[in-house]
């Protein structure tokens, strides 16, 4: 699994805490709140695992997103070596190298958008000799400053499923622990 980056590897193991050889009464009051402190951490990052783990995705319709349309063609020979989007990305259809690619901009006045594609279309019809062809769709840097950020593709976690699953009863078991230990503090704090 990967988790944040990082490869991990392991195995759920269905383990029920109130069972487990920790006399909390013996605590004293740092052991305490540090145990039930990084019982609720474990808690919470089982809980994280297991919604990413039964969350799908759904990628927003941005088939008419403005950002998103073509900027430029740039041809050469007759055919097609490049699109720019408004964004400014570039996609290659071949012919084009590496070394040309590791000259593009990075940005223009450090923004992205229909400056940056027309930076790149220019750099890119000089090194080949291509032509630059504005798209229908192309549209001015202050046109695209005024759009609202594309939608993010939205997830949705399936709850049922990830009920049957058996890290929730883990958790499930750990919550209560943690509840039942706070009970026992608290009835013995009003002891005394």
Do not use: W
């Amino acid at each position: 699994m990967i988790i944040d980056g990082k490869v991990l590897t392991g195995t759920v193991i269905d383990v029920d805490v109130s069972k487990l050889e920790v006399d909390i009464t013996k605590l004293t009051d740092v052991e305490y709140k540090n145990f039930i402190e990084d019982r609720r951490q474990s808690i919470e990052a089982d809980k994280q695992y297991l919604e990413r783990q039964y969350t799908s995705y759904s990628d927003p319709d941005s088939s008419n997103e403005p950002k998103l349309k073509p900027y430029v063609t740039i041809t050469a020979g007759g055919r097609t070596v490049a699109t720019i989007g408004n964004q400014g990305v570039v996609t290659i259809y071949g012919g084009v190298s590496d070394r040309l690619l590791a000259q593009l901009p990075d940005s223009v006045n450090g923004t992205n958008g229909p400056d940056l594609a027309q930076a790149r279309a220019d750099v890119i019809a000089s090194m080949i000799g291509g032509r630059v062809n504005k798209s229908h769709s192309a549209i001015l840097q202050r046109q695209f400053d005024l759009l609202p950020p594309i939608e993010e593709a939205v997830g949705k976690i399936d709850y049922a499923a990830m009920k049957n699953d058996p890290l929730y009863k883990v958790i499930q078991n750990g919550q209560s622990f943690i509840d039942t230990a706070e009970r026992m503090t608290a009835a013995d704090l009003r002891q005394l």
